[in-house]
């Protein structure tokens, strides 16, 4: 009997586009979907596979487009339902995926379905959101906190009720426990599956359901708190205390029983579409299911941390988490995305900061899993130092500003400082295409929504890069090509070698069903490295290597990496 093959997403590479900042075909400053099909042919060459599109619905933008209005429709400023169309039609002609951002947790409160649920208590959509009385007269129904500070319940003076949001006041949560609610989210799914987008990557997933019993929690701090000392502390003993506090915060809202039924009933809806794809905004594995009936993948958000980018750390993430993923279950590797520091910022010390970079996305793309990719990652974009509170379009920043001065006791000029230092919009900054006034993203006359980086001189851009063969985004297209066609890198098996080292990193990639077999090797150290992967054979084929001095018949008794080499030997019996 014939093995089925692989879905489809266990060998793509996915990369991720924040529509605001990729590509203006009008002028107007913001990016857009026409722009977005421009560019595909640059996507193609470059490699990927699927694009993971950030909302593109119409929002008030309160909080980047994740301030949904209106689920079955396209944002005016982005385009028009048959822009995406086209973009869809396109992107599949190129054989690229599409999926898309949905946000389920909550929506704007300027969607219609809000505004309908706060008119009275009495109208049939009140349900559709989760309204308490207070349990005293200008008391809310509970100690529940919003993630971004001060209470989770904001009262309704129309109503005299409150509501709920786990996130800002103008994100009020759905209530997942009305089956109207899900029937009406589940149509909205329906909707994009039948325009041919091949799956989503779902928002907030572990905040869906609250615990029904609304109980105090009992917690005396609250998350920002929490994250300041996180971001402040280095002691390892405090954060791991910090991080255990983090998790009592929102006991009863988050991780609840129920998201795990409702996230089984969402994978029916897509699976009925065939070979669609559900990824989660969670690095826990349990929302897998039993690996068949909840998320295809969720991510591994702590791989390349600045602290976890070393030997050692990485062999224990793939210990831990590749024995932990339940049968059937597919991992999922990433370096960034739209809510953190873009990598080549991380692993910034002004020393070396292009190799790292560099060895950071190959271990991205050659470990176990499916890589995303952040759009601008390929040529080392990196975070846009913003000092001004009037640029930074972040609600998050702007919130954290004011929090800063009245509840931490800063200065202004500190205030300032931690705001744009923590805002999302330094990695959210437009698409440098070229060197020339506003980065190739906009006309030079027209005013980005956001500025673009200071780093164009430098030969960040795509154009200076695609003219040179030593680029980094030369390096992506190779090794990307390299990728699509080792069967190895995309399905094969992972075995750590010389798990003693500190200084390199050595795996095995095993493909039973082609029988192929090639070792990784990447040496996160300015110094040559001997490397003993103490493998029975003694020699294998170059497939890929940053250096230039290997002969293509490598001897493995007597290998030496270069200074953050990365290499991949093919080990394959046939090429003994």
Same mark, same amino acid.
């Given at each position: 009997?014939?093995?089925?093959?692989?879905?489809?997403?266990?060998?793509?590479?996915?990369?991720?586009?924040?529509?605001?900042?990729?590509?203006?075909?009008?002028?107007?400053?913001?990016?857009?979907?026409?722009?977005?099909?421009?560019?595909?042919?640059?996507?193609?060459?470059?490699?990927?596979?699927?694009?993971?599109?950030?909302?593109?619905?119409?929002?008030?933008?309160?909080?980047?487009?994740?301030?949904?209005?209106?689920?079955?429709?396209?944002?005016?400023?982005?385009?028009?339902?048959?822009?995406?169309?086209?973009?869809?039609?396109?992107?599949?002609?190129?054989?690229?995926?599409?999926?898309?951002?949905?946000?389920?947790?909550?929506?704007?409160?300027?969607?219609?379905?809000?505004?309908?649920?706060?008119?009275?208590?009495?109208?049939?959509?009140?349900?559709?959101?989760?309204?308490?009385?207070?349990?005293?007269?200008?008391?809310?129904?509970?100690?529940?906190?919003?993630?971004?500070?001060?209470?989770?319940?904001?009262?309704?003076?129309?109503?005299?009720?409150?509501?709920?949001?786990?996130?800002?006041?103008?994100?009020?949560?759905?209530?997942?426990?009305?089956?109207?609610?899900?029937?009406?989210?589940?149509?909205?799914?329906?909707?994009?599956?039948?325009?041919?987008?091949?799956?989503?990557?779902?928002?907030?997933?572990?905040?869906?359901?609250?615990?029904?019993?609304?109980?105090?929690?009992?917690?005396?701090?609250?998350?920002?708190?929490?994250?300041?000392?996180?971001?402040?502390?280095?002691?390892?003993?405090?954060?791991?205390?910090?991080?255990?506090?983090?998790?009592?915060?929102?006991?009863?809202?988050?991780?609840?029983?129920?998201?795990?039924?409702?996230?089984?009933?969402?994978?029916?809806?897509?699976? +009925?579409?065939?070979?669609?794809?559900?990824?989660?905004?969670?690095?826990?594995?349990?929302?897998?299911?039993?690996?068949?009936?909840?998320?295809?993948?969720?991510?591994?958000?702590?791989?390349?941390?600045?602290?976890?980018?070393?030997?050692?750390?990485?062999?224990?993430?793939?210990?831990?988490?590749? +024995?932990?993923?339940?049968?059937?279950?597919?991992?999922?590797?990433?370096?960034?995305?739209?809510?953190?520091?873009?990598?080549?910022?991380?692993?910034?010390?002004?020393?070396?900061?292009?190799?790292?970079?560099?060895?950071? +996305?190959?271990?991205?793309?050659?470990?176990?899993?499916?890589?995303?990719?952040?759009?601008?990652?390929?040529?080392?974009?990196?975070?846009?130092?913003?000092?001004?509170?009037?640029?930074?379009?972040?609600?998050?920043?702007?919130?954290?500003?004011?929090?800063?001065?009245?509840?931490?006791?800063?200065?202004?000029?500190?205030?300032?400082?931690?705001?744009?230092?923590?805002?999302?919009?330094?990695?959210?900054?437009?698409?440098?295409?070229?060197?020339?006034?506003?980065?190739?993203?906009?006309?030079?006359?027209?005013?980005?929504?956001?500025?673009?980086?200071?780093?164009?001189?430098?030969?960040?851009?795509?154009?200076?890069?695609?003219?040179?063969?030593?680029?980094?985004?030369?390096?992506?297209?190779?090794?990307?090509?390299?990728?699509?066609?080792?069967? +190895?890198?995309?399905?094969?098996?992972?075995?750590?070698?010389?798990?003693?080292?500190?200084?390199?990193?050595?795996?095995?990639?095993?493909?039973?069903?082609?029988?192929?077999?090639?070792?990784?090797?990447?040496?996160?150290?300015?110094?040559?490295?001997?490397?003993?992967?103490?493998?029975?054979?003694?020699?294998?084929?170059?497939?890929?290597?940053?250096?230039?001095?290997?002969?293509?018949?490598?001897?493995?008794?007597?290998?030496?990496?270069?200074?953050?080499?990365?290499?991949?030997?093919?080990?394959?019996?046939?090429?003994?």
């Amino acid at each position: 009997m014939l093995k089925n093959p692989a879905p489809w997403w266990e060998s793509a590479v996915f990369y991720q586009v924040y529509p605001r900042s990729f590509a203006d075909s009008n002028g107007d400053g913001i990016g857009d979907l026409p722009g977005i099909t421009a560019r595909l042919d640059y996507l193609a060459d470059l490699g990927i596979d699927a694009i993971w599109l950030s909302p593109h619905y119409p929002s008030p933008q309160f909080d980047c487009g994740y301030d949904i209005s209106d689920y079955t429709a396209v944002a005016p400023e982005y385009g028009t339902l048959a822009d995406f169309q086209r973009l869809v039609d396109e992107a599949h002609r190129r054989r690229i995926r599409i999926i898309l951002d949905l946000v389920l947790n909550h929506t704007s409160d300027q969607h219609r379905w809000f505004q309908e649920s706060r008119s009275s208590r009495a109208h049939p959509r009140r349900d559709w959101y989760i309204w308490r009385d207070g349990r005293a007269p200008g008391q809310p129904p509970n100690d529940w906190r919003s993630i971004f500070g001060g209470s989770a319940w904001t009262l309704d003076p129309a109503t005299g009720q409150y509501y709920y949001h786990f996130f800002f006041d103008r994100q009020p949560d759905l209530n997942w426990r009305n089956p109207e609610v899900k029937a009406a989210m589940f149509d909205a799914v329906r909707f994009w599956l039948d325009r041919g987008v091949d799956g989503f990557r779902l928002d907030a997933i572990p905040h869906l359901v609250e615990a029904g019993h609304f109980r105090d929690q009992g917690v005396e701090f609250s998350w920002p708190e929490v994250d300041y000392s996180l971001r402040t502390s280095r002691d390892p003993r405090e954060r791991a205390r910090l991080y255990r506090m983090s998790g009592r915060i929102f006991r009863y809202q988050s991780h609840q029983p129920e998201t795990h039924a409702l996230l089984r009933e969402l994978r029916q809806v897509v699976d +009925a579409y065939g070979d669609r794809v559900l990824i989660g905004e969670t690095t826990n594995i349990r929302y897998h299911g039993n690996g068949q009936n909840e998320l295809h993948m969720v991510f591994n958000f702590p791989l390349t941390r600045s602290s976890q980018m070393s030997p050692p750390a990485v062999r224990a993430n793939q210990r831990v988490r590749l +024995a932990a993923l339940p049968p059937g279950a597919w991992p999922c590797n990433t370096s960034g995305n739209h809510d953190t520091s873009r990598i080549g910022s991380v692993l910034s010390d002004g020393q070396h900061d292009r190799e790292k970079t560099r060895l950071a +996305a190959a271990l991205i793309l050659t470990l176990r899993g499916t890589p995303v990719l952040y759009y601008g990652e390929e040529i080392g974009m990196t975070d846009r130092a913003l000092d001004d509170i009037g640029q930074l379009r972040d609600m998050v920043a702007v919130w954290m500003h004011a929090y800063a001065q009245t509840e931490l006791g800063m200065s202004p000029a500190e205030a300032l400082a931690y705001a744009t230092n923590a805002t999302r919009d330094r990695c959210r900054t437009p698409m440098q295409w070229e060197p020339s006034p506003n980065g190739g993203f906009c006309p030079p006359q027209s005013m980005p929504w956001l500025p673009v980086g200071t780093n164009l001189a430098a030969g960040i851009t795509v154009a200076d890069q695609s003219a040179d063969c030593d680029s980094l985004l030369n390096f992506y297209r190779r090794i990307l090509a390299l990728r699509r066609n080792t069967p +190895a890198l995309q399905a094969g098996d992972y075995r750590p070698l010389a798990t003693a080292s500190r200084a390199y990193l050595a795996f095995l990639r095993t493909d039973p069903a082609s029988a192929q077999s090639v070792l990784v090797a990447l040496n996160f150290t300015p110094k040559s490295r001997r490397i003993e992967p103490g493998l029975p054979r003694t020699t294998g084929r170059l497939l890929f290597s940053t250096e230039r001095a290997h002969p293509q018949d490598i001897r493995l008794s007597n290998l030496v990496l270069g200074p953050f080499e990365v290499m991949i030997v093919d080990l394959t019996p046939a090429n003994e």
